[in-house]
């Protein structure tokens, strides 16, 4: 099992920055990847940022790429999301993901059921 705790969404005005933080226990061992996951009501959850832990490469979605930054911090078991040149179209709760080996996925639309998930944080981007 894997537990992910989310940290460090708030409300923000566009064109400002927010870091989210998720921080890992548990076995991961068998973890591929971990991401970062959106959601808004009445739509899919999205994967928008994502790193594997075997090369350290890194995924974005073309909706944030150049604004958002992945990274993690291997002896604190961290995942982090700098999140800059924030816009309202970013307003969503931000959900961490642990993929595992045998089924889960750390980018795409849908929240696959393989996946580990955090309890989600809210950011949101006023105009």
């Known amino acids: 099992q894997v537990q992910l705790v989310e940290s460090g969404g708030g409300s923000v005005q566009a064109g400002g920055s927010l870091r989210l933080s998720c921080a890992a226990s548990g076995s991961m061992s068998y973890i591929f990847c971990m991401g970062w996951f959106r959601q808004v009501p009445g739509k899919e959850r999205e994967g928008v940022a994502a790193i594997y832990t075997s090369d350290g490469d890194t995924y974005y979605h073309d909706s944030v790429k150049g604004r958002f930054t992945i990274s993690q911090d291997n002896a604190k078991n961290t995942l982090y999301l700098q999140m800059n040149s924030l816009k309202p179209v970013d307003t969503a709760m931000y959900y961490c993901?642990?993929?595992?080996?045998?089924?889960?996925?750390?980018?795409?639309?849908?929240?696959?059921?393989?996946?580990?998930w955090g309890q989600g944080t809210q950011v949101t981007v006023s105009s």
């Open positions: 993901a642990a993929a595992p080996t045998f089924g889960g996925s750390c980018r795409g639309r849908g929240a696959p059921d393989k996946n580990y």
